[in-house]
């Protein structure tokens, strides 16, 4: 568990930013990322095209997300991490965000092949129709500016071998 919070947060962000936060599961046991959007104010945009963050491929938040809006990610199959990234043009900038994830395990939440539940919806979510490589390379946190976010973590889930 732990909290993954944008620069800036909770006055502003700065524009110009590419950050890329990862979250790796460290065991087979895991199955899914449950985030939940603590605070969220992006920029809107139609489409979520200016400011916005990326979970996954394809599924972007901006503008205002309701408090505690709670999503699920499965970790695709082979694939230890999910990938989230913030990106913002040179317009405007809002507060950014506060979200707080958890790794469950497969046995707490219905099997990696179904689905992933939107437990509540948020008011500015685009959903590309482009399909979700499961060719990808780790990456770490990359920025164009001086600001920084944070990732915090409470707890590593050891693998089950160790």
């Given at each position: ?41 992006l920029q809107t945009s ?39 990234k913030f990106i913002t ?17 497969c046995d707490e939440f ?53």
């Amino acid at each position: 568990m732990g909290n993954i919070i944008s620069s800036g947060y909770p006055v502003s962000y700065p524009n110009n930013m590419d950050c890329t936060y990862t979250i790796t599961k460290l065991s087979g046991d895991i199955c899914w990322l449950k985030i939940t959007f603590v605070d969220f104010s992006l920029q809107t945009s139609d489409n979520c095209t200016r400011d916005y963050l990326e979970i996954s491929v394809g599924n972007r938040f901006c503008g205002n997300v309701q408090k505690n809006l709670v999503e699920m990610y499965p970790f695709a199959t082979g694939v230890n991490y999910i990938n989230l990234k913030f990106i913002t043009d040179n317009s405007s900038t809002s507060r950014g965000f506060n979200l707080a994830y958890q790794l469950v395990r497969c046995d707490e939440f219905p099997s990696s092949t179904e689905s992933p539940q939107q437990i509540t919806t948020a008011e500015y979510k685009y959903t590309s129709s482009e399909p979700e490589t499961t060719t990808v390379e780790p990456v770490t946190e990359s920025e164009t500016t001086s600001g920084r976010g944070r990732i915090s973590k409470d707890l590593d889930i050891p693998d089950a071998d160790e």
